[in-house]
């Protein structure tokens, strides 16, 4: 597609509920990453997939935290038994791979989760 | 990897050239310097990024001092929608990750 989408772009769901957020790259992109961002607050990365390699998933903040990619493109991040503190704007963006003048990711709009 | 100071806030006149300053002084040779914006309630988008040469755009214009240990991303004309937090970011050596830090929160006003 000519951005990144994602969808939901609003979840509400009680605490303790799993949920489901999805990432579609832009068309070729290569790489794609998850960062999230409560009220206020910066950019924290999450996930990070690029092509075939195994995702960096350093910034994972639990275990109830996952993503997949599949086939190279759409991804979904799963948070498992929602916590309050998990409520927070979830971004994903995408880019091409390269060296030197690397021209950065596109990100989308992101999915607002709010946890009650 | 390299660390960016931003002041953490600035105000600008409408029409008026916003100039944002940024700090790398530990940036190394071949690391560049990208500029990211987030206006409310959307995505960060992408502004401008360069090496060592001042870069021009659509967007802003990007000038970096020749001992590369600071930027500065200027607004030539800044509207009201310009109002955003403006991110600088140094891309590690060969690497596709960016690390947004605080940014600065940009105010135009009329």
């Known amino acids: 597609g000519a951005g990144v989408s994602q969808s939901p772009s609003n979840k509400v769901t009680e605490k303790g509920k799993d949920v489901e957020l999805r990432c579609d790259p832009i068309s070729g992109h290569t790489a794609l990453y998850w960062y999230r961002q409560s009220l206020g607050q910066g950019l924290e990365f999450l996930i990070y997939f690029q092509g075939n390699s195994a995702p960096d998933k350093s910034g994972l903040p639990s275990d109830r935290f996952s993503a997949e990619r599949t086939g190279g493109s759409v991804s979904t991040l799963t948070i498992q038994r929602t916590q309050q503190e998990d409520s927070a704007v979830y971004l994903c963006?995408?880019?091409?791979?390269?060296?030197?003048?690397?021209?950065?990711?596109?990100f989308g709009s992101g999915t607002r989760l709010t946890v009650v | 990897d390299a660390k960016t100071t931003q002041p953490p806030s600035m105000d600008c006149a409408e029409g008026r050239a916003a100039n944002l300053p940024c700090n790398h002084s530990?940036?190394?040779?071949?690391?560049?310097v990208y500029w990211y914006r987030q206006i409310h309630s959307q995505g960060p988008q992408y502004i401008i990024h360069?090496?060592?040469n001042n870069e021009t755009n659509e967007m802003a214009s990007l000038i970096i001092t020749e001992d590369r240990k600071s930027s500065t991303l200027i607004l030539p004309h800044a509207t009201l929608r310009d109002t955003a937090v403006y991110y600088c970011i140094v891309r590690p050596n060969a690497g596709n990750m960016l690390t947004f830090g605080g940014g600065t929160r940009l105010m135009v006003k009329p």
């Open positions: 360069g090496l060592k």
């Open positions: 530990t940036i190394s040779g071949n690391e560049y």
């Open positions: 963006a995408s880019s091409l791979v390269g060296q030197g003048n690397w021209y950065g990711y596109t």
